[in-house]
């Protein structure tokens, strides 16, 4: 399928939002039943309820552009998801297990702001103001929970993790 125009781009990479989103609402789950750690486990819940509003204001995107919601394959969620249930499987001590699911949600964290920053940055380009303007505040939210994943990092106890 050719691909000819910042639109169809646009339209495309909202696809790929959609199912990354859909697909962390699994995994928020899983990474806050897996941690042991009582602050860790609250920020993935809280997360997950924010995700559902990146996923109702991506339908709302659909909608503006006369689209129905669609789901894209995001094989880069698809791939981080994938590198962290290797190490699950792994059998880690759950001090590092720990870690490693804030690690891991950072790293996804990272690939949905780079996705939410092309596309409000397209959309604003494209003329879809109102779109742009939803798009920006997933950013903004997916901005503030990889810092709030930061600060959990910052103040985890990693002397513990390594005895």
Same mark, same amino acid.
């Given at each position: 399928?050719?691909?000819?125009?910042?639109?169809?781009?646009?339209?495309?990479?909202?696809?790929?939002?959609?199912?990354?989103?859909?697909?962390?609402?699994?995994?928020?789950?899983? %990474?806050?039943?897996?941690?042991?750690?009582?602050?860790?486990?609250?920020?993935?819940?809280?997360?997950?309820?924010?995700?559902?509003?990146?996923?109702?204001?991506?339908?709302?995107?659909?909608?503006?552009?006369?689209?129905? @919601?669609?789901?894209?394959?995001?094989?880069?969620?698809?791939?981080?998801?994938?590198?962290?249930?290797?190490?699950?499987?792994?059998? @880690?001590?759950?001090?590092?297990?720990?870690?490693?699911?804030?690690?891991?949600?950072?790293?996804?964290?990272?690939?949905?702001?780079?996705?939410?920053?092309?596309?409000?940055?397209?959309?604003?380009?494209?003329?879809?103001?109102?779109?742009?303007?939803?798009?920006?505040?997933?950013?903004?939210?997916?901005?503030?929970? %990889?810092?709030?994943?930061?600060?959990?990092?910052?103040?985890?106890?990693?002397?513990?993790?390594?005895?």
């Amino acid at each position: 399928m050719a691909m000819d125009s910042a639109q169809e781009l646009f339209e495309h990479e909202l696809e790929d939002i959609y199912y990354a989103e859909h697909e962390l609402l699994d995994v928020l789950d899983q %990474l806050a039943e897996q941690t042991d750690h009582e602050e860790i486990t609250r920020a993935f819940e809280e997360h997950r309820e924010e995700t559902e509003g990146h996923i109702d204001r991506v339908e709302q995107v659909f909608e503006m552009i006369g689209e129905p @919601p669609e789901e894209e394959e995001c094989e880069g969620i698809q791939g981080l998801v994938e590198e962290h249930r290797e190490l699950a499987d792994m059998d @880690p001590d759950q001090d590092v297990l720990d870690i490693g699911n804030v690690t891991a949600a950072q790293k996804t964290e990272h690939y949905e702001i780079a996705a939410y920053g092309n596309l409000a940055l397209m959309a604003d380009r494209l003329g879809m103001d109102e779109a742009g303007d939803l798009l920006h505040e997933n950013l903004e939210e997916e901005e503030a929970a %990889l810092e709030k994943l930061k600060d959990l990092t910052d103040q985890y106890d990693f002397e513990t993790a390594a005895a």
